[in-house]
């Protein structure tokens, strides 16, 4: 067998290849050649593994996030607060798909958004432009908000990860609506 230089796959170092010993790392169907050194001192499949567990493990929590019927408000926020209570006692999983509520400024009631760094399951509210525009009624403020964001989780239901937000308005619109109507329907807002 003819030698000739190669990179350990666990250290990288630069050996004879004669000296790597070829290691198949559990399902993965590729094999790796690491160096006598880090045959002996390392034990490289524990530590492969141990590494796809800790991936694995955070993936898990972040799909766990998003299949939680919480939601966290960002900062916290009584009136936001009431708004999400309102909506869980009209449908407790409501929040399923949503990761947190952000209080935040911008010219429109409330956005989501997409792209490089954005995560689409996060509703923006502008509260300070809903508040004034409740005229300082906090039950109106409250449904108002409620409708902000059940305007949002409309975008967000909609959102598809290939294709972007689909339908437009349509779905945040029928969303809105939807909700609103439930909560008129509700005793204390008859």
Do not use: W
Request: contains cysteine.
């Amino acid at each position: 067998m003819k030698a000739f230089a190669d990179n350990c796959g666990a250290c990288g170092g630069e050996v004879l290849s004669t000296e790597l010993t070829p290691v198949k790392l559990g399902g993965i169907s590729s094999e790796i050649r690491i160096c006598v050194s880090c045959l002996t001192y390392a034990n490289i499949i524990e530590e492969y593994k141990s590494a796809a567990e800790l991936i694995s493990m955070a993936f898990e929590a972040s799909d766990a996030e998003l299949q939680s019927p919480n939601v966290v408000v960002e900062p916290a926020n009584s009136i936001i607060q009431k708004a999400v209570n309102l909506i869980k006692q009209i449908e407790p999983g409501y929040f399923v798909g949503v990761r947190k509520i952000v209080v935040s400024a911008s010219p429109d009631y409330g956005h989501v958004e997409s792209g490089p760094d954005k995560d689409p399951a996060v509703i923006n509210v502008n509260l300070a432009r809903v508040q004034n525009e409740a005229g300082g009624d906090e039950k109106s403020a409250v449904r108002s908000i409620a409708g902000v964001i059940a305007h949002e989780r409309g975008h967000v239901k909609s959102f598809n990860s290939s294709l972007g937000f689909q339908g437009g308005e349509g779905p945040a619109e029928a969303e809105e609506k939807r909700v609103l109507q439930l909560i008129d329907n509700l005793p204390e807002y008859k």
